[in-house]
């Protein structure tokens, strides 16, 4: 099953976040370029010089992260089990 997604779904699911947590431990991060209206115009692969979030982007991504798992779970459940 392939269900497609928005890459603004993907951002606010906190998942963009959490992928970038680990991808910044090489270097690299999913960047999005956003416009004035807040839609998604391109997203691309980038090299990147820093390394991890500040306190708060972190606190918002665990949190937007569990809020989508609480909403998802028993999907992610099946899913895994069919």
Partial sequence: MIDKKT???FKN????WFAN???HAFGW????DIDDNGDVV???PARVK??????DVNTKGYIALSE???K???DITDEAKS
């Fill in 7 to 9: 890459w603004g779904e």
């Fill in 42 to 44: 391109d997203c691309f």
């Fill in 50 to 55: 820093f390394r991890g979030f500040s306190e």
């Fill in 72 to 74: 998802n779970i028993n």
């Fill in 29 to 32: 991060a999913i960047a999005l």
């Fill in 13 to 16: 699911s906190g998942m963009l």
């Fill in 68 to 70: 989508y798992l609480q």
């Fill in 21 to 23: 947590t680990i991808l």
